[in-house]
């Protein structure tokens, strides 16, 4: 007897609903791209070892799937060599790709390849699976998506102002009431800078960001333990106790870092960006200290949304970075760019249930089929409700009734259309309304005029 086949761990088959929702998300957020000058790119499913190795960290290295050499991809391998098993040095000659482990650099090598096709500022957006070696557990995959939105060849803040809207609007489109963040890199310099703390900044967003739940004398005990003196814990005080509205925690901030110059840039674009987005965005703009999420990678505003009426963690981060290209030899091309995670979308949609109906809906019309004479008559007919947009099918097999009823109601179709020997006389077919039972004789005009309203 053949085994059961499987699928590897950390991947995920998607069934005809899931899709379904899925293609919802997908298409909503490619919309709103497109309302402000986004293109789509995609790059290929596999990248060199080479542009891929080196750029996410040790940790990032081996998390990387690799792809085998084509053919005998032990020839450059020789006997001393296999018994010394050395994984990495095996791997740099028995593999010359991999798997992309995220958006970001194969589009940074797509930007250096392309320089000169492309009009900057250039608008990108990506919706492309990504893979990573991880150990597979709850909420955590080998292969999944990322959507991901650039603008790369502007220092302007407009580009901050512009992705914040796109949040906003995604996510007044979906109907979940969500919580925007924002923070500046260099703001948390410039803290760093003030206390003469420079290597405790990661420690201090992470000890405020638990105010609220064990208080301020737990906080202060937390940065002692990290190694902050008195007097520096006691020059945070104003930043720990930070409150009110974005306008007054910016006053305060700039009163603390007012002998930094790279803390007062940031306070200014902060001041900028909020400025702008002020009684124009449908959901909560807030400034977040502790917002601290790629310290290493960013340099100006930080982003990230979470979701008010779902215990989950972030489902859209992003910020801006002044050298995307600097990888691959091409310095100096600033970019800023956000990344909406699609998995925690979709189950923040799932426990809301705010799916439309007809998002979800696939058949809109079901022809019952009596048979022979019956199928020849509804088929220009069926033609007639495609063309007009109406997502139609025709069941295939003359069976029973009751079994083309099952079939419709299995796949959640909200009209059937029944054309037998008197509707054939009158030239007409009737429409049942599946959810409240209720029939109607139509022409085929009317059966369109209806079913399009």
Known sequence: MASKPSIPKGTRDFGPQEMARRNYIFNTIRQVYELYGFQQIETPAMETLQTLMGKYGEEGDKLLFKVLNSGDFLTKVNDDELVERNTLHLAAKLCEKGLRYDLTVPFARYVVMHREELQLPFKRYQVQPVWRADRPQKGRYREFYQFDGDVVGSDSLLNEVELM????????????????????????????????????????????????????????????????????????????????????????????????????????????????????????????????????????????????????????????????????????????GISFGVDRIYDVLNQLDAYPKDAVTSTQLLFINFGEQEMAYCLPIVAMTRQAGIRTEMFPDATKMKKQMAYANAKQIPYVALAGESEMAAGKVTLKNMETGEQQLLTPDELVAILSM
């Not at 923070?183 to 003030?194: F, H, P």
């Not at 520096?232 to 106790?241: R, V």
């Not at 974005?246 to 305060?252: G, Q, V, Y």
């Open 165 to 336: 809207q796109i949040v906003d609007t995604v996510f007044t489109r979906f109907g979940v009431r969500v919580q925007i963040k924002i923070n500046n890199r260099k703001i948390l310099t410039g803290i760093a800078e003030v206390i003469g703390a420079a290597d405790k900044i990661f420690d201090i967003t992470v000890a405020i960001d638990k105010l609220d739940k064990i208080g301020i004398d737990n906080v202060n005990a937390e940065l002692r333990e990290d190694g902050l003196s008195e007097e520096q814990i006691e020059k945070l005080q104003p930043i720990i106790s930070l409150e009110g509205s974005n306008d007054e925690k910016l006053d305060t901030i700039a009163d603390v870092l007012r002998d930094s110059e790279t803390g007062q840039k940031g306070v200014e674009e902060l001041r900028f960006i909020l400025g702008m987005l002020k009684d124009v965005l449908n959901n909560e703009l807030q400034l977040d200290l502790t917002l601290a999420r790629g310290l290493n990678y960013y340099t100006g505003a930080i982003f990230e949304v979470k979701a008010l009426d779902v215990q989950i963690g972030s489902i859209t981060g992003g910020g801006r970075y002044d050298n995307l290209t600097g990888i691959f030899g091409m310095p100096g091309i600033s970019g800023v």
